[in-house]
């Protein structure tokens, strides 16, 4: 289980991310995710990644995109006023403050 200095602790269905190592999470909803996961993926072709994850990657983007067009009223600029508030009371880990 991986934390997130966002959303916290993040845990995969294969419980392979060591509870120490950080993850970031993109979501549908924010409006900037398809172009930074696009621009991943073209890093990642530009560096010779495996095709199936530079293909994974496209794939997460256009999924996005697909999302924000069937959801317009969800999708907004990231970083809302709510999730600032809990960031910042959140410790180093991301971990809620006591």
């Known amino acids: 289980m991986g934390y997130d200095s966002k959303y916290g602790r993040v845990t995969t269905e294969h419980g392979d991310i060591p509870d120490d190592e950080p993850v970031f999470v993109f979501r549908a909803r924010d409006l ?17 990644r495996p095709e199936f994850h530079v293909a994974l990657a496209e794939r997460t983007a256009e999924d996005f995109r697909e999302w924000q067009r069937a959801n317009p009223g969800r999708v907004r600029m990231p970083d809302s006023e709510a999730h600032r508030e809990r960031l910042e009371a959140r410790d180093e880990h991301g971990r809620e403050g006591s």
Do not use: G, M, Q, V
């Open 32 to 48: 900037l995710a398809p172009d930074a996961i696009d621009a991943y993926a073209a890093r990642c072709r530009e560096t010779a």
